[in-house]
């Protein structure tokens, strides 16, 4: 179980991500007592994770809600942190209404002073950005999300930092600061890139497609928008091959 | 997070048919490694792209993408606010791209600013 999660970010990264739920999925399920709470409490938001990465919202959800329950029994608050973080981003970009947002952030943020890991306090700040822009206070979004940035560049996570840029990137897009965005997204996909992390790569180019499109260029904007299309389609296509007998 | 079926659908509303499906299933066909080269590329274009070049980058009207962008939403019956929410910019901006929108193009109303987009798409297809 415990290598299963440690493996989960690599299997997130390099879009392995059927395989990487299989094995993780299995590993939770089979490790009975034998594994350590942690552990599966890791497996689990790795899981997670990878639900995320294909769009499967609703597996993500539960396995997230699991993953906390898993870590509150520990007491590890770095983890509580992390699941937090978690779960809140499948209700924001899975419109997942039902997940109770505003007490999940309410104890994260009472986390907050015990966190030392730079890493949890980097998903904390993002968390804090998205709570932003929820207000529609895009400026304090940049600047908290830019905080976060500097954390996981402090720490050389080269994940989070590709995260980071794109996000802001997609943010600068929504501000109309164009050079800017363009400038941020194409540091995140050479990232992306150099991580091998599908989802982000497609992410970005569909970034640089505004940036495109804003340029009065609609053929780079169709051609940059087109592969994302093609993504779409593959994880859905992926989905139903899982969920297929 | 952000509309992009809304820039998408403004970015082909500026381009005729057959360019904008050429130039989507060029990149529905890229591999990765392909697309991200590309989107790495700037200003460097691919094969298709370049017969295309000249023409994207000919401004089709007086208006930039930002006021064309609203005079998409404009003929879409969205009201200023709306328009400010779905762009998140203030509506005092919205107000000012509309005027500066009716003064290039010499209209006089919103119900003109829809006909004009209107016609402008009917001659694309």
New interface residues.
């Given amino acids: 179980v415990s290598l299963a999660g440690r493996l989960g970010v690599f299997w997130s990264t390099r879009g392995h991500l059927n395989e990487g739920r299989v094995w993780l999925e299995s590993a939770v399920s089979r490790g009975g007592s034998a594994a350590t709470t942690l552990a599966r409490a890791k497996a689990l938001n790795g899981a997670g994770l990878l639900a995320m990465a294909q769009d499967d919202v609703g597996a993500a959800k539960a396995v997230f809600e699991e993953g906390l329950a898993l870590y509150r029994e520990t007491g590890d608050k770095e983890g509580i942190a992390f699941a937090l973080t978690n779960l809140v981003s499948v209700a924001?970009l899975g419109q997942r209404y039902d997940i109770p947002v505003a007490s999940l952030i309410e104890e994260a943020n009472k986390l907050k002073p015990d966190i030392q890991d730079q890493r949890t306090v980097a998903h904390l700040l993002l968390l804090e950005g998205g709570v932003a822009?929820a207000r529609?206070d895009?400026e304090r979004v940049v600047e908290l999300w830019e905080e976060s940035l500097a954390h996981f560049r402090e720490v050389r996570d080269a994940r989070g930092v590709a995260m980071c840029l794109m996000t802001i990137g997609?943010m600068k897009?929504?501000?109309?600061d164009y050079g800017r965005a363009g400038t941020l997204l194409?540091e995140s996909?050479?990232l992306?890139?150099e991580l091998d992390h599908?989802q982000y790569?497609h992410y970005?180019?569909?970034?640089?497609?505004?940036v495109a499109?804003?340029?009065?260029?609609?053929?780079?904007?169709?051609?940059?928008?087109?592969?994302r299309?093609?993504w779409e389609w593959h994880m859905a296509r992926t989905l139903r091959a899982r969920a297929a007998p | 997070m952000i509309d992009y079926e809304r820039r998408l659908t403004v970015a082909r509303s500026q381009q005729d048919e057959a360019a904008w499906a050429a130039a989507w299933a060029e990149g529905r066909t890229m591999t990765l490694e392909q697309a991200i080269e590309y989107a790495l590329s700037e200003e460097k274009s691919s094969p298709l792209a370049s017969a295309q070049a000249s023409e994207d980058k000919e401004p089709s009207e007086a208006l930039t993408p930002r006021e064309r962008e609203i005079a998409v939403l404009v003929a879409q019956e969205l009201t200023n606010r709306q328009i400010a929410e779905e762009l998140t910019i203030s509506e005092r901006t919205v107000t000012t791209h509309v005027y500066r929108i009716l003064n290039k193009l010499g209209l006089r109303s919103r119900t003109h600013i829809s006909a004009w987009i209107l016609e402008k798409q009917s001659h694309e297809r």
Avoid at chain 1, 173 to 176: D, H, N
Avoid at chain 1, 204 to 210: A, E, F, R, Y
Wanted: hydrophobic share 40%.
């Fill in positions: 924001w822009f529609g895009l997609h897009v929504a501000q109309g194409r996909l050479r992306a890139g599908k790569v970005c180019t569909i970034g640089l497609g505004s499109a804003s340029q009065d260029l609609p053929s780079r904007a169709a051609r940059l928008w087109g592969p299309r093609a």
